[in-house]
């Protein structure tokens, strides 16, 4: 005996968990779970209603002043959305006490360090990606790029990538790590535009 419910709208019981039918999820015009296409007959339509996620996370952070330091780079800041400037999402979020940058999903994120280093005669210069799973109790270095002595001053634009596994929203940050060894080297910053910069995608989830 077939059946039929006419219904106007089946809305989910617990926030955020969709509704599984026959285990497919729907949830925010989204499909979850394993759908069986018939294999001799039958069609399948996707529209845009049919659809998984995208970019979800893009966002960037710019160095506010000149910093001279041997240590994380602290005064971040999200740019200013105008004239054009944007960002998808707001996962990633910075202590500009610290300098430890932190995310409120997990996943995979592929964080891009560009730091425009002034540097004088003899001095060394370098930018690193620290990354730990402890909250700093310990961490360590997951990309790095530098110049030792012998140039002369001169600025330069020195970029380093790390893709990071964030597994626990609590435990696992980052930080940059600018060295310049000399008083008269440092890492540019602006307030107005973006000198030194760190861009952060989220590839996927973990």
Not at 22 to 27: F, Q, R, Y
Not at 30 to 44: A, E, L
Not at 58 to 76: D, G, P, V, Y
């Amino acid at each position: 005996m077939s059946s039929e419910i006419k219904v106007d709208t089946i809305s989910e019981k617990t926030p955020a968990n969709g509704v599984v039918i026959d285990g497919v999820t729907l949830k925010d015009s989204k499909i979850g779970g394993t759908i069986t296409i018939p294999g001799s007959t039958g069609t399948m339509a996707l529209t845009s209603d049919i659809s998984a996620g995208g970019l979800e996370v893009a966002q960037i952070f710019r160095l506010t002043t000149n910093t001279n330091s041997t240590t994380f780079l602290k005064l971040w800041e999200a740019p200013d959305n105008t004239p054009a400037q944007g960002s998808i999402g707001s996962v990633v979020s910075v202590d500009t006490s610290t300098g430890y940058f932190s995310f409120s999903q997990t996943g995979l994120y592929l964080v891009t360090s560009s730091l425009l280093m002034f540097y004088h005669g003899n001095s060394t210069i370098s930018n690193q990606i620290i990354f730990t799973n402890d909250n700093f109790s310990s961490s360590d270095v997951f990309a790095s790029k530098g110049f030792g002595a012998g140039y002369s001053s001169q600025a330069k634009a020195v970029n380093v990538s790390a893709i990071l596994d964030i597994q626990n929203t609590t435990n696992d940050k980052f930080a940059i790590n600018s060295i310049c060894n000399n008083t008269n080297s440092f890492t540019q910053g602006n307030t107005d535009q973006n000198m030194s910069t760190v861009s952060i995608l989220k590839l996927g989830d973990t």
